[in-house]
């Protein structure tokens, strides 16, 4: 794709807010994958081959939103919140699509959209008969935020606009050789990237380059 779409796809997104852009990648996701698509499993994927089968923007953006949601937010049932019993879920396909969890209050009986605020929870949970941990993300409302922390007090995750309030402090901390290595390794995998286009001009003629999708989702993810 050349980089008149390209700027033209950004100026598109321009002044939508973020759960706007949501729906908008979530639109396109679905129109593209259709329901019940699971995310591109690395393991198994080269990225020459979703580099393939995601030659324009709209398609590379919106598997890049949905595959970064997948596991990203759950779901809580807090009835039993006084007693110290959270139950947690992953979301269905519905429940990402919506938003539900990450734009709406994660509570599996409250709908409130304002406020919301993030709170990191330790998962436990069973896949293919094996236990499994995580830490996650889970989004309430101030009243489901009391009842979360009722019995213990869980981490806040700061938002994007935290950290990037807080962004010059990290820099200075930061000393100038450990900016240099981070510059150098990014350099080091775009050129990697940009050979798989250049062996493959003919199966990738619409990519002009590999493109970091970050300053589509700034906001998204809260």
């Known amino acids: 794709m050349s980089e008149y779409s390209k700027k033209v796809f950004r100026d598109n997104l321009q002044g939508l807010d973020a ?3 949501h729906k908008l990648f979530m639109r396109d996701y679905v129109n593209f994958y259709g329901h019940n698509s699971q995310p591109s499993n690395v393991e198994t994927k080269t990225e020459f081959d979703i580099l393939k089968e995601n030659h324009n923007w709209e398609q ?3 598997k890049k939103y949905y595959d970064k949601l997948f596991r990203e937010y759950c ?3 807090l009835k039993y919140y006084k007693e110290g019993r959270i139950a947690l879920r992953w979301r269905i396909e519905k429940e990402v699509i919506t938003g539900k969890g990450q734009f709406i ?3 599996t009986k409250c709908s409130n959209t304002s406020e919301l605020k993030s709170w990191e929870v330790n998962f436990a949970y069973m896949e293919d008969g094996e ?3 995580a830490l996650v993300k889970i989004r309430l409302c101030p009243k489901c935020s009391d009842k979360l922390n009722y019995s213990k007090q869980h981490p806040e995750i700061k938002t994007e606009k935290d950290e990037v ?3 010059d402090k990290k820099k200075k901390r930061e ?4 900016r240099s290595n981070k510059k150098r390794e990014g350099n080091s995998k775009d050129i990697e990237r940009q050979k798989l286009v250049d062996n493959h001009p003919d199966d990738l003629s619409g990519i002009v380059k590999i493109e ?3 300053e589509f989702f700034t906001g998204l993810f809260v």
């Open 19 to 21: 759960y706007t852009r």
């Open 75 to 77: 779901i809580a049932e």
């Open 131 to 133: 236990k499994k941990n």
């Open 165 to 167: 309030d807080n962004s």
């Open 175 to 178: 000393s100038i050789s450990e």
């Open 105 to 107: 209050c994660a509570s």
């Open 212 to 214: 970091n999708f970050d």
């Open 60 to 62: 590379r953006v919106a």
